[in-house]
T-cell receptor, first 115, second 117 residues
């Protein structure tokens, strides 16, 4: 099973709202990722968690706040977003063994619209 | 040196034809090269991947050809079908231990493939 699940599938929020995106995997992977993808563009890395610790933050604005409650779950908390933050938000995971480049498995994404 | 250059940007192929997408990289530290297939509104799905110790890998109708000396790799889709119509991304990743247990994928800009009946 190589499934990464994400909820919700779609989200519409105002610029003053607070919302959260959720991601879950049960493959025993220890590395989890958040990506942002705009239309007709490749995914852009936002955050990487390794063994539940934030290891990479690609200079993402503080209105995006990641959280990794345990090895299977990854959240992305959203607050005071801007319309330009509207995009497909993707979660991915990989084994996280640390000695070889490895496959990242992506979830279906959350389509976010900021009004 | 972190870039992966992908071409063409779009491709139209007749049903039953061969679709070919090319990628080139500069950084010789890359040692893992996956291809992802993405349908509109969906997440990227791993299609096939190769490491530089082999020159070709085939899975069904999909083949990766890898030329280490030229720093190029390509995806061939044989007997292309309308259901193959999607956006394809090549990517590359480092193999050295980062200390973080995680790896960053460098993506190409994508190729939109349309297979017409």
């Amino acid at each position: 099973d190589t499934e990464v699940t994400q909820t919700p599938k779609h989200l519409v929020m105002g610029m003053t709202n607070k919302k959260s995106l959720k991601c879950e995997q049960h493959m025993g992977h220890r590395a989890m990722y958040w990506y942002k993808q705009k239309a007709k563009k490749p995914p852009e890395l936002m955050f990487v968690y390794s063994y539940e610790k934030l290891s990479i933050n690609e200079s993402v604005p503080s209105r995006f706040s990641p959280e990794c409650p345990n090895s299977s779950l990854l959240n992305l908390h959203l607050h005071a977003l801007q319309p330009e933050d509207s995009a497909l938000y993707l979660c991915a995971s990989s084994q996280g063994t640390g000695y070889r480049a490895e496959t990242q498995y992506f979830g279906p994404g959350t389509r976010l619209l900021v009004l | 040196q972190q870039q992966v250059k992908q071409s063409p940007q779009s491709l139209i192929v007749q049903k039953g034809g061969i679709s070919i997408i090319n990628c080139a990289y500069e950084n010789t530290a890359f040692d893992y090269f996956p291809w992802y297939q993405q349908f509109p509104g969906k997440g990227p799905a791993l299609l096939i991947a190769i490491r530089p110790d082999v020159s070709e890998k085939k899975e069904g109708r999909f083949t990766i050809s890898f030329n280490k000396s030229a720093k190029q790799f390509s995806l061939h889709i044989m007997d292309s079908q309308p259901g193959d119509s999607a956006t394809y991304f090549c990517a590359a990743s480092f193999g050295a231990y980062s200390g973080a247990g995680s790896y960053q994928l460098t993506f190409g800009k994508g190729t939109k493939l349309s297979v017409i009946p």
